[in-house]
């Protein structure tokens, strides 16, 4: 399960990154940032990171590309909840040591 980095998490909790593009941080906001909005067509997973500068690399290489803009969102998740699942080496290893994590989950698609 996740390392025990105690750099971004405290007994409870542990702090996650997404970047996203402007579709889906729009999505966001309209949940008052309360929630991340089920995957758009083209994200079959959801990919949080376990670190900023990682998440601040896919959003400058990924997301302003595709759609002239990325944002770095900042999120803490319940360890009951996060340790479910396993952490993936999906990028590169950062200051942390730590492979990237992503999610194995799917979540469906936005309805028209």
Known sequence: MLSSNRS????DT?????????????????T???AFPPRLPDQ???YPV???????????????PASG??????????RSY???YD???AGPIWNTGSPQMTSTRSTPPLSA
């Open 8 to 11: 971004n998490t405290d007994e």
């Open 14 to 30: 542990l702090i996650l990154w997404r970047p996203v593009g402007p579709k889906e941080l729009e999505l966001i906001e309209q």
């Open 32 to 34: 008052g940032m309360r």
């Open 44 to 46: 079959p997973i959801f």
């Open 50 to 64: 376990l670190t900023e500068g990682y998440a601040i690399k896919i959003a400058r290489d990924w997301n302003v």
């Open 69 to 78: 803009a990325g944002f770095v969102t900042r999120f803490r998740i319940k």
């Open 82 to 84: 996060i340790d479910k």
């Open 87 to 89: 952490v993936q080496e």
